[in-house]
């Protein structure tokens, strides 16, 4: 709780005048509510024993004709401050649990990769959404009543004691046993919360990967299975919802019955000293109110349990998210990169995911600016991580790799990736129009960049072709394109980013002959006179660049033009080979067919 109080509490400080007044329309409103059952009193006591001295001379009309005008005035006044202090918090909970969405938003965006790979991202929105609402209610709903209610509490506990302390003390005995009751249900109450909102954590982010594989799940006809999968899980939440729910109407119950005890025991001895002449009936009426008032905030307490302890569960869940330090992020005295030249070294880099086994290790190399670089070896050995380090999605675990001469992790993250552009194999589309999902290579694209960048990219004339051109809008993930359609767009993204290194992760595999070629043809004149890695299969495309390097178990094994590594007959030789001997017996099942 002590965290939860100490992460928001910056939050309130720019809210600070609101606050105030309507802090102060709520301690109005206390005030009036311990006035309210007063005129009853004087009307009571005028009704009953005419021995009372009574104010305002002693014509009964009198006192009941001001009884009642106070009664309307003062319930309307305090009706008047509630409705102010109500507004003025709502408002306050909805701008500062707004301020924490966009921070823990703007949080997730920076949070590195390798907490993302980690998390699922279901989960994430509902920590974004269903967490955040959550608080937002609980503060308004539950916290602020709580909070109103303790101060009426202490008014009309204080006023009580001063009226008569004995029935006051009475009144207030059976309260240690609602601690009892309160502490032993409100600990499981947590406890199932927690769980549930874990639940429905998961059941968002399956649901999610579901959705997001449904052409997976229709084509193997699973829908059933996912169905049954998601039904179960939902079950399992209520499950734990009902325990909490259990649990806080039992506690409430308590309270009933302990109101009930605490209202008879006062009734049997006020009439007493009623009758003993040493309270009024008015005298009693008053303190009967106060007492059933004065155990709102137990019945609160007891009614919101379960909500305050789901939102101490939410809350935990956002901070475990916001008091998260992304791994890779910028020094304390990071520069803006210069516009670079594009010289890249690894200097020993070793690197590792989960810091026992190496991915890359002790790889040196430098790269001249405008040279093209081959990435070639078996898969799952280090390659695309390679170009993770130099995006510095990561940061090596040894080593050190450069940009024209320094350390990347000395430049901003965002100027550095300002100038890297990227064609990876299943390019990111997201459903906007075809050009703004060029514009994000570079936000502030002209028409005209954004056209020549299209042209480039081989792209212009189907792009021309679509029903409102430039303007049409695309499916989530580009689901409205062919493969070769989307990644041509991703090549025309990449090149209006116009970025003197360029990272290609087999952006053409998965491709038919003709996509493979209009693709080719993009890459090959975008890469001209920029620093070019290029992750490939395709010993062809390898043969085209300046250099190639073999890479095997993380290791570069071999750097050199396709001919000195075909001359050196190690292992890039065996795997060309093994490929075009491949390719050879292809063509001659072609010709046979
Ligand atoms: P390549 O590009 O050569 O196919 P990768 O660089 O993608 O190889 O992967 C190298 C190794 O690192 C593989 O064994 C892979 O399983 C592992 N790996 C890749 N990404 C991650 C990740 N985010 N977390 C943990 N291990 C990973």
Redesign the pocket.
């Known amino acids: 709780m002590g965290r939860i109080l100490q992460a928001f509490t910056p939050y309130l400080r720019g809210q600070r005048p609101l606050i105030g007044g309507s802090l102060l329309a709520l301690f109005a409103a206390t005030g009036l509510r311990l006035l309210e059952p007063w005129p009853l009193k004087f009307v009571f006591d005028s009704l009953f024993s005419s021995a009372q001295p009574l104010p305002g001379g002693s014509d009964p009309f009198t006192i009941l004709i001001y009884a009642v005008l106070a009664l309307v005035g003062i319930t309307a006044m305090r009706a008047m401050a509630d409705y102010l202090n109500t507004v003025g918090f709502a408002r306050i909970g909805n701008r500062v649990t707004g301020q924490i969405r966009t921070d823990l938003y703007s949080h997730m965006q920076r949070l590195s ?2 907490f993302h ?1 980690k998390a699922r991202s279901g989960d994430l929105v509902i920590r974004l959404m269903s967490d955040v609402n959550m608080l937002r209610d609980v503060a308004v709903t539950a916290l602020l009543p709580l909070l109103a209610n303790v101060l009426v509490l202490v008014g009309m506990w204080a006023v009580m004691f001063w009226m008569n302390w004995q029935l006051a003390a009475l009144a207030l005995a059976t309260t240690p046993l609602f601690w009892v009751f309160a502490h032993h249900l409100s600990g499981k109450v947590r406890q199932a919360a927690r769980k549930q909102r874990q639940r429905e954590g998961k059941l968002a982010a399956s649901a999610a990967e579901s959705v997001g594989a449904i052409r997976f799940i229709q084509t193997f006809a699973l829908e059933h299975v996912f169905v049954r999968q998601f039904a179960e899980r939902t079950n399992k939440s209520q499950h734990e919802d009902m325990v909490g729910s259990r649990m806080t109407a039992r506690l409430e119950r308590s309270v009933d019955i302990l109101l009930a005890i605490a209202t008879a025991l006062v009734l049997w001895h006020g009439a007493r000293l009623a009758l003993a002449g040493a309270l009024t009936p008015g005298d009693l009426l008053v303190f009967i109110t106060y007492l059933r008032r004065a155990f709102n905030p137990v019945q609160d307490f007891a009614k919101y349990t379960g909500r305050l302890a789901k939102a101490s569960a939410a809350a935990e869940r956002v901070l475990d998210v916001l008091e998260r330090q992304p791994d890779v992020r910028d020094k304390p005295h990071a520069e803006p990169a210069p516009p670079l030249r594009g010289a890249v070294s690894f200097e020993g880099v070793s690197f590792s ?2 810091g026992k086994t190496p ?1 890359l290790q002790q790889m040196s190399f430098n790269v001249q600016p405008g040279e093209r670089v081959a990435l070639v ?10 170009a993770a380090l130099l995006l510095r999605l990561y940061d090596p675990t040894e080593g050190r790799v450069t940009i024209d001469g320094r350390d990347i992790r000395r430049y901003t993250l965002q100027s550095l990736r300002g100038q890297m552009s990227v064609v990876m194999q299943e390019s990111f589309l997201l459903a906007a129009s075809v050009r703004e999902n060029i514009a994000y290579g570079a936000l502030h694209a002209s028409p005209a960049a954004i056209e020549a960048a299209a042209r480039m990219a081989q792209a212009h004339e189907f792009i021309s072709a679509l029903p409102n051109g430039y303007d049409s809008e695309i499916g989530e993930r580009g689901a409205t394109l062919s493969g070769g359609q989307r990644q041509r767009i991703a090549v025309a993204r990449a090149a209006v980013r116009n970025a003197p290194i360029l990272i290609f ?1 087999e952006p053409t595999s998965g491709l038919d002959e003709a996509n493979e070629q209009a693709v080719l043809a993009g890459l090959e004149s975008l890469a001209r006179g920029r620093t070019t890695f290029w ?1 490939t299969h395709d010993l062809r495309a390898a043969a085209r660049a300046d250099r190639v390097f073999y ?1 095997e178990h ?1 290791q570069l094994l071999e750097q050199g033009t396709h001919q000195q590594l075909l001359g050196r007959g190690g292992r890039y030789a065996a795997l060309f080979r093994q490929q075009s001997s491949g390719e050879r017996e292809e063509e001659q099942h072609a010709l046979v067919a």
Request: charged share 15%; net charge negative; proline share 5%.
């Open positions: 990769l390798s790979t995911y989960d991915t070896g078996p898969s799952g050995h280090g390659k695309t991580t390679l992760d992750i890479i993380g």
